[in-house]
C-alpha cells in the first residue's frame, strides 16, 4: 500500500452549525452565493445564509441546473470577474457544489474552462470555496473531484484537483426535510455505489479500508431496511454521513479501485437524462454478473459481511438489487424510456474518450459494456 491522504475540508455537522460561516469567510471577502433552482428558498436554507452573512458584502448566482453544464457555469464566471469576486458559497446538492468547484479554478483561467474537463490542462490556482450541502449523495462536499456537461456536445466529464476541495462544507441534516423520497433513494444508492466502487475489486489486505467499507455499507442497508424511518432526523443524519464519508477518497486510499459503473453511468445521463444514482443501478448489478471471476473473492466477502450470505455471490448481486429497489431506485434499463442507439451512443462516446479497457484489471471493454447495456434491457 502506497499513498498520500490529505483532506482539507473542515466539516461542520450538525444542526445549526450554518452560524459558522459567519466566521469561516473573512468579512473582508465579497462572496457570490451560489445555488440553483430555488429549493433552498422554500425550506429556509437561504434565509439562514442571508442571516449569517449579515455582515459580509455579498451576491447572489442562481439556476445552476442538475447535471451542472459549462454554459451555465461559464454565466458565472463573467459574473465572478466583473464583480471581482473574492470567495465562493455553493448552496445546494452536488450539481451546484461541482459548479463551483469548476468556478473557482475557471474565473482564474484565461483560457477555455473545459480544458479542465477535457484532460488538456491542470488548474493551477483557484479561489476559496465553501459549501452549505443540501442533499447528501454525491460526497463532493468534501472531495476533489469534479462533474461537470458540455450541452453543445451531449457531453459529461470529470477531473480531479486539490484546487476543489472547499475550505469547509456545512452538513446540516435538518436541511434534508424537504427532500423527497426520490432524492432520498437517490443518496442512499449513490453512497453505495462509491462504497462499491472503492471496494469490489481484487482482495488485498487491506484491512481499514475493507473494514471502513464495510461499516459504510452495512449503515446503508440498516438504512433501506428502516426506510420507513426516513422522514426522522436520525436517518437522515447518518445518510448525511455516510454518503459523505463513501466518497472522501478515503476508503479507496491505496487500494485498487473500479469506476467503470460511474463512467458508463454518466453516458446514460448525458444521453437521456437520467438522475446520477438512477444511471448507477441500471449498471452496476449487471457488470457485477459480467465481471464475476475478477470480482468473485470481494463479493463473496461482501456477502458474508454485510448481508450475512455464504457462498452464492448470484445472491449477494440479488441483495443489491433488492437494496436499490426497496428505496425505489430500478435496476434496469428497461424502466426508462430508452432508445434502440443506447449501446452505440455509449459505447461511442467512451471510446470517443479513450475509455475502452476499464476495471480494476482494465479488461471491462466495450463488447463487455454491450453485453451489460443489452442485459440492463431485456
Ligand atoms: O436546484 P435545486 O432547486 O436546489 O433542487 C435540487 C435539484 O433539483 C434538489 N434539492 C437539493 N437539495 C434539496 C433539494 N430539494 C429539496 N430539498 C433540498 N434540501 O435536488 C435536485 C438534485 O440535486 P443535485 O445537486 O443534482 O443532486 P446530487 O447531489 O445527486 O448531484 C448530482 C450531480 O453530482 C455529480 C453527478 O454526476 C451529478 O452531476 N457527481 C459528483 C460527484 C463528485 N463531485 O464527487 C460524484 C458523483 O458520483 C456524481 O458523479
Ligand atoms: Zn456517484
Not at 36 to 43: C, P, V
Not at 124 to 139: C, H, R
Not at 304 to 324: H, M, Q, R, S
Not at 344 to 366: C, D, P, Q, R
Amino acid at each position: 500500500m502506497t499513498f498520500s491522504y490529505h483532506n482539507p475540508t473542515a466539516l461542520q455537522f450538525g444542526e445549526g452549525q450554518i452560524q459558522s460561516i459567519t466566521n469561516l469567510i473573512d468579512k473582508d471577502q465579497k462572496v457570490l452565493v451560489v445555488y440553483g433552482g430555488g429549493s433552498i428558498k422554500k425550506n429556509g436554507v437561504y434565509d439562514q445564509v442571508v442571516k449569517a452573512l449579515e455582515n459580509h458584502t455579498w451576491i447572489e448566482f442562481s439556476g445552476v441546473e442538475v447535471n451542472p453544464t459549462i454554459e451555465t457555469m461559464d454565466k458565472a464566471v463573467k459574473v465572478v470577474k466583473e464583480e471581482k469576486i473574492d470567495f465562493v458559497l455553493a448552496v445546494g446538492g452536488g450539481s451546484v457544489i461541482d459548479g463551483c468547484k469548476y468556478l473557482v479554478a475557471a474565473s482564474l483561467y484565461d483560457g477555455d474552462g473545459w480544458d479542465f474537463l477535457d484532460g488538456s490542462k491542470e488548474v493551477e490556482k483557484a479561489l476559496p470555496l465553501g459549501v452549505i450541502l443540501t442533499l447528501p449523495a454525491t460526497g463532493s462536499e468534501s472531495n476533489n473531484l469534479t462533474v461537470l456537461s458540455r450541452k453543445s456536445t451531449d457531453e459529461k466529464r470529470m477531473y480531479f484537483s486539490d484546487f476543489s476541495y472547499p475550505k469547509f462544507a456545512v452538513l446540516d441534516p435538518s436541511f434534508m426535510s424537504t427532500l423527497n423520497d426520490r432524492q432520498l433513494g437517490n443518496g442512499l444508492v449513490d453512497a453505495f455505489v462509491h462504497t462499491s466502487e472503492q471496494y469490489l475489486t481484487y482482495p488485498i489486505p487491506a484491512l481499514v479500508n475493507d473494514g471502513y467499507a464495510e461499516t459504510l455499507f452495512r449503515g446503508l442497508v440498516t438504512l433501506a431496511n428502516t426506510w420507513e424511518d426516513r422522514r426522522t432526523l436520525v436517518w437522515q443524519e447518518n445518510l448525511m454521513h455516510i454518503a459523505n464519508q463513501a466518497l472522501n477518497f478515503q476508503i479507496g486510499a491505496g487500494v485498487p479501485q473500479d469506476w467503470s459503473t460511474h463512467l458508463v453511468g454518466h453516458e446514460l445521463t448525458a444521453f437521456y437524462n437520467l438522475d446520477h444514482a438512477r444511471s448507477l443501478a441500471v449498471v452496476q448489478p449487471h457488470l457485477l454478473r459480467i465481471m464475476m471471476d475478477d470480482k468473485k473473492e470481494k463479493i463473496a466477502k461482501m456477502g458474508e459481511n454485510v448481508f450475512g450470505i455464504k457462498n452464492d455471490n448470484e445472491a449477494v448481486i440479488v441483495a443489491i438489487e433488492t437494496l436499490y429497489n426497496k428505496v425505489g431506485v430500478p435496476t434496469k434499463l428497461s424502466a426508462y424510456e430508452i432508445d434502440d442507439k443506447v449501446i452505440s451512443n455509449v459505447t461511442n462516446a467512451l471510446e470517443a474518450k479513450g475509455y475502452t479497457a476499464l476495471g480494476e484489471n482494465a479488461n471491462i471493454t466495450l463488447d463487455k459494456v454491450t453485453t451489460i447495456l443489452t442485459m440492463s434491457m431485456k
